[in-house]
């Protein structure tokens, strides 16, 4: 079975600043995907940005970006410049890939970040 | 399009009742799935459908749960019995027969049971 861990509950940053957030996985699989979701308050769960294990170079979508260390199960979001609305619950997510498709996400359990004005 | 619906948006139930929760999923998605998400915890799967098959059920799916997708558009997922551990924002995500790692998730059903 997979698992996700992101051990940091809280973080807060500066508008305009840098922040890190971490993931760390577990699993014996070599087809699979990694996802950084985005849940603010009372609203839908968004894509953020999404990582196939099998590319060495790291995802970017504008001012998000991945570190990820594919021997370390690691799979950092790198959120620069933050902004106000960037405030939400952080959520790290695995997907396995087989014959027939894409299968079910597995969670971590979420690092809620603040960006404070 | 208007983005994956889910019905209702807020349920207060009894102990003991029955409840049933709706999903319509973007149009012409070919996946859906049910995911539940307790407080202060990411989201757990519980099930999901090709098109109108049911391809797996999580272990944490007793069998007071049961999920339809009967024409392979919208789905229910009913809890029976409902008991106070049911407590809990259950997530609807449908995604495409193009990318089937792209999934886009409802607003969510948020049920309390007193």
């Known amino acids: 079975a997979q698992t996700v861990t992101q051990s940091q509950p809280e973080m807060s940053v500066q508008e305009a600043e840098t922040v890190t957030l971490s993931c760390t996985y577990d699993?014996?699989?070599?087809?699979?995907?990694l996802f950084w979701y985005k849940q603010p308050p009372s609203r839908q769960m968004i894509l953020v940005i999404r990582q196939e294990a099998y590319k060495q170079q790291n995802a970017t979508e504008n001012r998000f970006s991945v570190n990820f260390q594919k021997a370390a199960k690691s799979f950092s979001l790198k959120i620069s410049d933050s902004q106000l609305g960037d405030t939400a619950m952080y959520f790290c997510a695995f997907m396995k890939i087989t014959q027939g498709g894409s299968e079910k996400l597995v969670f971590g359990k979420g690092t809620k970040l603040t960006v404070n004005p | 399009d208007t983005g994956v619906s889910q019905n209702p948006r807020h349920k207060i139930t009894k102990r003991g009742q029955n409840v049933t929760f709706r999903c319509d999923p973007i149009?012409?998605?070919?996946?859906l799935y049910w995911y539940r998400q307790t407080l202060g915890q990411g989201p757990e799967f519980l099930t999901y459908?090709?098109?109108?098959?049911?391809?797996?059920k999580s272990r944490l799916l007793s069998d007071r749960f049961s999920a339809e997708r009967p024409k392979g558009s919208f789905s229910t997922l009913e809890i029976q019995r409902t008991e106070q551990g049911d407590s809990a924002m259950y997530l609807c995500?449908?995604?495409?027969?193009?990318?089937?790692?792209?999934?886009?998730f409802g607003q969510g059903t948020r049920l309390t049971v007193v």
């Open positions: 995500a449908s995604s495409p027969r193009t990318d089937n790692t792209e999934a886009f």
């Open positions: 149009s012409e998605h070919n996946r």
């Open positions: 699993t014996s699989e070599n087809n699979y995907y």
């Open positions: 459908f090709q098109n109108e098959a049911q391809l797996e």
